[in-house]
């Protein structure tokens, strides 16, 4: 069975095919197939999210894809979109996407609106699927506070369950493994 990890030389992806390389094949599907880690047994391949033909091709041969989202940008959705037909026409048979907790179409933050369009787009194709909706990541929080340690956002009373992208990356990788 091949699996591929899109995002490998990031956060998230990267540590999920560090988890998944021992002793497995990978397709690592990046922009630069350089930045590719340093893995046994792993093959990087050109590919882009927005692209359908390249997609496409990066994946033929892929039986599962875990599918970080594409960076932030505001063709982020259509890049999803993209990147989900391309593994339908690929032949792709399970996609895992790492999603976001609260993913809704009617939601009032932007990344949920993005990460259900992309969902209903999985579900619509004949792959099977599985939805990681994570939330916000603890190793982020204090990042995105401002000079006086207040962070806005969308968080109702303020109240936030975090969680580790290590732990993320590990149970994406536990699932992964549980496909296989």
Do not use: W
């Not at 041969?61 to 690929?90: C, I, K, N, W, Y």
């Not at 949920?112 to 099977?128: C, D, L």
Request: charged share 15%; net charge neutral; with cysteine.
């Amino acid at each position: 069975m091949k699996i591929a990890i899109t995002g490998s030389s990031g956060h998230i992806g990267g540590m999920v095919a560090r988890h998944r390389a021992r002793g497995l094949p990978l397709i690592l599907p990046l922009r630069t197939p350089a930045k590719a880690p340093d893995l046994p047994a792993c093959e990087a391949r050109l590919f882009a999210y927005g692209d359908f033909e390249l997609a496409r091709q990066a994946l033929s041969g892929v039986d599962v894809l875990f599918m970080v989202s594409a960076a932030e940008s505001p063709t982020r959705e259509q890049e999803h979109l993209t990147l989900v037909r391309a593994a339908a026409a690929a032949g792709v048979q399970h996609l895992v996407y790492l999603s976001f907790a609260g993913a809704s179409a009617s939601s009032t933050f932007t990344l949920a609106r993005t990460h259900a369009a992309t969902e209903a787009a999985i579900q619509q194709t004949a792959m099977r699927y599985t939805f990681l909706r994570d939330n916000f990541y603890s190793e982020m929080m204090a990042t995105i506070a401002n000079a006086d340690g207040i962070i806005a956002g969308p968080a109702g009373d303020g109240r936030v369950a975090c969680v580790s992208q290590q732990d993320v990356a590990q149970a994406a990788a536990n699932i992964l493994a549980a496909i296989a």
